[in-house]
């Protein structure tokens, strides 16, 4: 025999259910809603790190390129460096070759100056021989040491290479034609003998 089972036990069955259903829908929209919240901020943080990374990123391009345009301007600077020592080099060559041809131009000028003084000293002592006076003894033709020859008065400045130049006589010549005169002793207005050609 077959028991039967009441209909309002079998017709709860499906409410029950439909229940448990709209519990658990229920359920979960809150999750659902509540997860959704939680997530907004976390999602919020996720843009803005995502922002700051392309910034960052941005940034870090930025700098990359001024390291490459300073890795660059460092090396012009080597460059510029490298010619300056170069140039320096040279001008310090330059300058000490011009310092040499500065001295020899000194030495030339010192020379010349030396030639000039000598041509002009020579040009006031021309007349000197012709208005030099001869002594007593030799206007009379007399000479002590048996040559002929004639007489010069010692002028400042003179010396008996000098004398000798200017009268066209050796020098050895003059000193054995004057053998009591000092050479390094003359005296202005003292007389010595010029021997003949």
Not at 5 to 33: H, K, N, R
Not at 130 to 136: D, L, M
Not at 160 to 179: H, K
């Given at each position: 025999?077959?028991?039967?089972?009441?209909?309002?036990?079998?017709?709860?069955?499906?409410?029950a259910?439909?229940?448990?259903?709209?519990?658990?829908?229920?359920a979960?929209?809150?999750?659902?809603?509540?997860?959704?919240?939680?997530?907004?901020?976390?999602?919020?943080?996720?843009?803005?790190?995502?922002?700051?990374?392309?910034?960052?990123?941005?940034?870090?391009?930025?700098?990359?390129t001024?390291?490459?345009?300073?890795?660059?301007?460092?090396?012009?600077?080597?460059?510029?460096?490298?010619?300056?020592?170069?140039?320096?080099?040279?001008?310090?060559?330059?300058i000490k070759?011009?310092?040499?041809?500065?001295?020899?131009?000194?030495?030339?000028?010192?020379?010349?100056?030396?030639?000039?003084?000598?041509?002009?000293?020579?040009?006031?002592?021309?007349?000197?021989?012709?208005?030099?006076?001869?002594?007593?003894?030799?206007?009379?033709?007399?000479?002590?040491?048996?040559?002929?020859?004639?007489?010069?008065?010692?002028?400042?400045?003179?010396?008996?290479?000098?004398?000798?130049?200017?009268?066209?006589?050796?020098?050895?010549?003059?000193?054995?034609?004057?053998?009591?005169?000092?050479?390094?002793?003359?005296?202005?207005?003292?007389?010595?003998?010029?021997?003949?050609?």
């Amino acid at each position: 025999m077959e028991e039967e089972v009441p209909e309002s036990t079998s017709s709860m069955f499906p409410i029950a259910l439909a229940v448990l259903a709209i519990l658990l829908g229920g359920a979960g929209l809150y999750f659902g809603i509540s997860a959704s919240r939680q997530l907004a901020p976390i999602s919020e943080n996720v843009t803005a790190g995502s922002d700051s990374a392309a910034r960052l990123e941005a940034q870090i391009g930025e700098l990359e390129t001024r390291v490459a345009e300073l890795s660059a301007g460092l090396e012009d600077l080597k460059g510029s460096f490298s010619r300056s020592r170069i140039y320096a080099g040279q001008t310090e060559q330059a300058i000490k070759k011009l310092a040499t041809e500065l001295n020899a131009n000194r030495e030339q000028i010192t020379t010349l100056g030396e030639k000039l003084g000598e041509l002009a000293t020579r040009g006031q002592r021309a007349p000197a021989p012709a208005a030099a006076e001869p002594s007593a003894e030799a206007a009379s033709g007399g000479d002590s040491s048996g040559g002929e020859g004639s007489v010069y008065r010692i002028k400042s400045g003179d010396t008996f290479a000098r004398i000798a130049a200017d009268q066209g006589v050796g020098l050895q010549a003059l000193l054995d034609a004057n053998p009591d005169a000092d050479p390094r002793r003359l005296r202005i207005g003292q007389e010595i003998r010029i021997p003949s050609n």
